[in-house]
Protein backbone atom coordinates (compact mmCIF):
# COMPACT_ATOMS: atom_id res chain seq x y z
CA UNK A 1 0.00 0.00 0.00
CA UNK A 2 1.03 3.49 -0.92
CA UNK A 3 2.30 6.14 1.76
CA UNK A 4 -0.97 7.72 2.62
CA UNK A 5 -0.77 12.05 2.69
CA UNK A 6 -4.34 12.31 4.56
CA UNK A 7 -3.96 13.99 8.12
CA UNK A 8 -5.79 16.08 10.45
CA UNK A 9 -4.21 20.00 10.13
CA UNK A 10 -5.23 22.30 13.32
CA UNK A 11 -4.85 25.98 11.95
CA UNK A 12 -3.97 28.71 14.51
CA UNK A 13 -1.62 30.83 14.44
CA UNK A 14 1.21 28.43 13.10
CA UNK A 15 0.30 25.59 11.06
CA UNK A 16 0.99 21.77 11.97
CA UNK A 17 0.14 18.63 11.75
CA UNK A 18 -1.58 16.25 14.03
CA UNK A 19 0.30 12.71 14.49
CA UNK A 20 -0.51 10.36 11.70
CA UNK A 21 -3.00 7.91 14.25
CA UNK A 22 -5.44 11.14 14.15
CA UNK A 23 -6.44 10.37 10.08
CA UNK A 24 -3.32 8.12 8.12
CA UNK A 25 -4.15 5.16 10.68
CA UNK A 26 -8.12 5.68 10.47
CA UNK A 27 -8.12 4.66 6.12
CA UNK A 28 -5.25 2.85 6.56
CA UNK A 29 -7.35 0.12 8.33
CA UNK A 30 -10.15 0.99 6.52
CA UNK A 31 -8.69 0.55 3.34
CA UNK A 32 -11.55 -2.23 1.31
CA UNK A 33 -10.40 -4.68 -0.87
CA UNK A 34 -13.86 -4.54 -2.74
CA UNK A 35 -16.50 -1.97 -2.48
CA UNK A 36 -18.96 -4.34 -0.34
CA UNK A 37 -16.84 -4.78 2.75
CA UNK A 38 -18.62 -5.99 5.64
CA UNK A 39 -20.60 -3.50 7.91
CA UNK A 40 -19.03 -3.40 10.97
CA UNK A 41 -19.07 -1.15 14.12
CA UNK A 42 -17.83 2.30 14.81
CA UNK A 43 -13.61 2.70 14.98
CA UNK A 44 -12.60 4.76 17.24
CA UNK A 45 -8.61 6.23 16.56
CA UNK A 46 -6.08 7.75 18.63
CA UNK A 47 -7.38 11.00 17.56
CA UNK A 48 -10.37 13.18 16.72
CA UNK A 49 -12.31 11.35 14.28
CA UNK A 50 -14.09 7.55 13.95
CA UNK A 51 -15.21 6.05 10.79
CA UNK A 52 -17.97 3.26 10.42
CA UNK A 53 -17.35 0.61 7.07
CA UNK A 54 -20.85 0.37 5.76
CA UNK A 55 -21.56 -1.86 2.72
CA UNK A 56 -20.26 0.29 -0.34
CA UNK A 57 -18.67 2.76 1.86
CA UNK A 58 -17.71 4.49 5.18
CA UNK A 59 -19.15 7.61 7.60
CA UNK A 60 -17.10 9.38 8.93
CA UNK A 61 -17.56 12.32 12.21
CA UNK A 62 -15.59 13.52 15.02
CA UNK A 63 -14.53 11.51 18.68
CA UNK A 64 -15.97 13.72 21.71
CA UNK A 65 -11.89 14.48 21.89
CA UNK A 66 -12.22 16.31 18.07
CA UNK A 67 -15.22 18.42 19.58
CA UNK A 68 -13.77 18.82 22.54
CA UNK A 69 -10.23 20.28 20.91
CA UNK A 70 -12.62 22.85 18.85
CA UNK A 71 -14.63 24.19 21.79
CA UNK A 72 -17.78 25.80 20.46
CA UNK A 73 -18.08 24.98 16.95
CA UNK A 74 -19.33 27.59 15.08
CA UNK A 75 -18.92 26.31 11.68
CA UNK A 76 -19.34 22.58 9.03
CA UNK A 77 -17.99 23.07 5.78
CA UNK A 78 -19.01 20.03 4.15
CA UNK A 79 -18.45 18.90 0.44
CA UNK A 80 -21.01 18.62 -2.07
CA UNK A 81 -22.65 15.17 -2.80
CA UNK A 82 -21.52 13.33 -5.66
CA UNK A 83 -17.70 15.40 -5.80
CA UNK A 84 -14.43 13.97 -5.93
CA UNK A 85 -12.13 14.90 -3.36
CA UNK A 86 -8.55 14.42 -4.82
CA UNK A 87 -5.85 12.78 -2.26
CA UNK A 88 -4.78 14.81 0.15
CA UNK A 89 -7.41 17.82 -0.33
CA UNK A 90 -9.73 18.76 2.46
CA UNK A 91 -12.68 16.95 2.75
CA UNK A 92 -14.38 18.84 5.73
CA UNK A 93 -13.45 21.93 6.96
CA UNK A 94 -14.41 22.75 11.05
CA UNK A 95 -14.26 25.67 12.72
CA UNK A 96 -14.71 26.30 16.49
CA UNK A 97 -13.60 28.53 19.50
CA UNK A 98 -10.44 26.30 19.75
CA UNK A 99 -9.42 26.96 16.17
CA UNK A 100 -10.07 25.68 12.76
CA UNK A 101 -9.59 21.74 11.50
CA UNK A 102 -9.40 20.30 8.64
CA UNK A 103 -9.79 16.41 7.51
CA UNK A 104 -8.07 15.57 4.16
CA UNK A 105 -8.55 12.61 2.36
CA UNK A 106 -5.71 10.28 2.59
CA UNK A 107 -6.99 8.59 -0.48
CA UNK A 108 -9.07 9.86 -3.67
CA UNK A 109 -12.66 9.69 -2.23
CA UNK A 110 -16.62 9.95 -3.50
CA UNK A 111 -18.81 11.64 -1.93
CA UNK A 112 -21.75 9.61 -1.38
CA UNK A 113 -23.51 11.90 1.36
CA UNK A 114 -23.16 15.11 3.69
CA UNK A 115 -25.48 15.92 6.53
CA UNK A 116 -26.73 18.78 5.83
CA UNK A 117 -28.10 19.47 9.11
CA UNK A 118 -24.69 20.01 10.93
CA UNK A 119 -23.91 22.63 8.30
CA UNK A 120 -27.31 24.34 9.44
CA UNK A 121 -26.72 23.39 12.59
CA UNK A 122 -23.01 22.80 14.37
CA UNK A 123 -23.84 21.87 17.44
CA UNK A 124 -25.49 19.03 16.78
CA UNK A 125 -22.44 17.58 16.16
CA UNK A 126 -21.05 18.50 19.75
CA UNK A 127 -23.91 17.31 21.25
CA UNK A 128 -23.93 13.83 19.60
CA UNK A 129 -21.16 13.81 17.31
CA UNK A 130 -20.77 9.43 17.56
CA UNK A 131 -25.01 9.12 15.74
CA UNK A 132 -26.51 12.85 14.62
CA UNK A 133 -23.69 14.64 14.87
CA UNK A 134 -22.09 12.30 11.66
CA UNK A 135 -20.39 14.75 8.69
CA UNK A 136 -19.88 12.70 5.86
CA UNK A 137 -20.58 9.41 3.81
CA UNK A 138 -18.28 8.48 1.50
CA UNK A 139 -16.54 5.74 -1.00
CA UNK A 140 -12.76 5.34 -1.81
CA UNK A 141 -12.06 5.75 -5.42
CA UNK A 142 -10.33 2.36 -6.57
CA UNK A 143 -6.56 3.46 -7.76
CA UNK A 144 -5.61 2.88 -10.99
CA UNK A 145 -3.39 -0.28 -9.81
CA UNK A 146 -6.63 -1.85 -8.78
CA UNK A 147 -8.57 -0.84 -11.84
CA UNK A 148 -5.99 -3.30 -13.73
Same mark, same amino acid.
Given at each position: ?? %?????????????????????????????????????????????????????? +???? +??????? #?? &???? $?????? *??????? /?? #?? &????????? /?? #?? &?? %??? &??? /? !????? !??? #???????? =??? $?????????? =???? $?? *?
Amino acid at each position: MP %PLNGSLSHKKGRSKKYPSCAVRGMFAAMKPKHDTSPIRSKEFQRGHVWVQALEG +GYTL +GLTHLGT #DS &LGDL $ESVILP *SEGSTIP /QG #DV &LVELEGAGG /QF #DI &LA %PYE &LEV /Q !AVNDS !AEK #DPERVSED =PLE $EGWLVKFRIR =PTKQ $EN *S
